[in-house]
């Protein structure tokens, strides 16, 4: 059973008006806590807007996937009243211990009959058959989808980005939509990234001249970026032509690049997993993506054990945002029995369904330090490599060690030793500037530590710079951006 405290039950809410009403309901609302013997279910009764008070449970039989239930009628999950329950258990009252009702133990019992039908039935499931068919179909779909791009690309690079004007950013707009329907979802946000460079998207007009002359480089990294993206994307559909059986990519990201949703099951049956996993996450952000046309969440965490980078991404597109929950940060190591791993970058994108959660200890930060390379010429060596290839992160992760942080004139420098330094400066697309941050920051922290890094090639200055995210020392992690 997880730790009933405050933080966890802000985690569960639904959203920030749940958190609210839940806290409300907790000092007002609550006629009697209770919970089990054994301590895994809570239990109780709240007052409602009826003449009957409510009956609210939070079941913990799997801690990694708790069971909230109430016989109110909202949608909710968990409701404000059984959020009232844990809040109100969180700020110290005691839960009576008390025979589990009747009606809710027939409940607990029924959930443990499907669960294990539904394990019994994943055992015994069949392999799926492709419809080779509707393969061949979508494969043409998305060839011919790529052919368009290709064309386009050719006649943007012949005529000359000065030509571009609304008249090529409508053609551009029009393409990217037959994009998406030719399920090229990576191609779709690529051209609308290339469009944006031209375009602004919040005054719904075209960037001066001067704004336009500043993204020249960003715009052609971008079209090399397509291109490559279209002969990558021919050669894989052209191999998947000819063997319909060929399971997608695991090596790249250009399986789902060309559209591919990966499930839980696939990564499984491709290997991409790995069991009991500790995970502390470094950094968390979230932005509008115009090109994508979404809001996104990331968030950074690190292995505990191996000390290598992952990454979270929940997307939710404009027309559905308000039905996805936003992900959230979290400041405690979270515990995955079984850890996917999705195919591609240097920091992958994972995910993972049940967890649970515990609190960071000195020996945790201790493990952090230990993960952090120290050798500055190998990470920089890796960014390279990781810039290089056209289909690859633009702006690539490192986890450095450091002897100390300060100033040389007005640039923030990272001083790693043996004469070695890195240029710190505020530069990654999505991030909250950090680098002044370090100007009241407590000397201590400035020594002996190690920071959570995302570089930042400028094209036109032809200079590498670092983004600080976190910055860990022996006694504690500190998050740089927002």
């Not at 449970?57 to 799997?62: L, T």
């Not at 979508?138 to 030509?163: C, I, M, P, Y």
Request: aromatic letters at 6%; charged letters at 30%; one cysteine or more.
């Amino acid at each position: 059973m997880p730790q009933i405290d405050e933080a966890y039950c802000d985690s569960i809410a639904p959203n920030a008006a749940a958190c609210k009403n839940g806290r409300a309901t907790a000092l007002k609302k609550i006629v009697a806590l209770r919970r089990n013997e054994g301590g895994d279910l809570i239990f109780g009764e709240i007052k409602g807007s009826g003449t009957e008070n409510y009956q609210g449970s939070a079941d913990f039989a799997d801690p990694a996937k708790p069971v909230f239930r109430c016989s109110c009628p909202s949608h909710q999950i968990p409701c404000k009243h059984v959020l009232g329950l844990l809040y109100s258990l969180a700020s110290g009252k005691t839960a009576t211990v008390a025979d589990i009702p009747k009606e809710l133990e027939e409940k607990r019992a029924k959930a443990a009959v499907r669960k294990e039908a539904k394990a019994k039935s994943e055992g015994e499931a069949k392999p799926k058959t492709v419809n080779k068919a509707a393969l061949a179909k979508k494969l043409a779909v998305q060839a011919e989808g790529l052919d368009k791009l290709e064309r386009l690309l050719h006649d943007l690079v012949g005529a000359g980005f000065g030509s571009i004007g609304a008249k090529t950013l409508d053609t551009i707009d029009q393409l990217s939509r037959q994009l998406a329907d030719a399920y090229l979802p990576g191609a779709r946000n690529g051209l609308r990234t290339l469009r944006s460079y031209f375009y602004d998207e919040d005054h719904r007009g075209l960037r001066s001249a001067a704004e336009q002359d500043r993204a020249y480089s960003d715009a052609l990294d971008q079209v090399v970026r397509l291109q490559h993206l279209c002969t990558k994307g021919r050669a894989y559909l052209e191999a998947r032509g000819q063997d319909p059986d060929l399971k997608p990519e695991t090596e790249t990201s250009i399986a789902e690049q060309l559209g591919h949703a990966w499930q839980l099951s696939e990564l499984r049956d491709a290997g991409c997993t790995a069991a009991d996993i500790e995970l502390l996450q470094l950094a968390f952000t979230s932005y509008d993506d115009h090109a994508r046309q979404a809001f996104v969440d990331e968030g950074l965490w690190i292995e505990l054990g191996s000390g290598s980078l992952r990454r979270t991404m929940t997307y939710r597109p404009y027309q559905a945002a308000k039905h996805i929950r936003a992900d959230d940060s979290t400041a405690k190591v979270v515990q995955v029995p079984e850890l996917c791993i999705y195919p591609g970058d240097l920091v992958p994108r994972v995910r993972w369904d049940p967890a649970t959660d515990r609190a960071v200890t000195a020996a945790d930060r201790k493990r952090l330090l230990s993960h952090a390379s120290g050798d500055l010429a190998a990470v920089l060596k890796t960014v390279k490599d990781q810039l290089r290839q056209p289909l690859a992160e633009k702006e690539p992760l490192a986890f450095l060690r450091f002897r100390s942080i300060g100033r040389v004139g007005d640039d923030l420098t990272l001083d790693v030793g043996a004469d070695a330094t890195l240029h710190l400066a505020d530069c990654a697309e999505h991030d909250t500037p950090s680098c002044e941050l370090f100007d009241v920051l407590p000397p201590a922290l400035l020594r002996d530590g190690a920071l959570l890094l995302r570089f930042h090639l400028d094209l036109d200055a032809k200079r590498l710079s670092a983004h600080p995210l976190t910055l860990v020392t022996a006694d504690a992690v500190v998050r740089l951006t927002l």
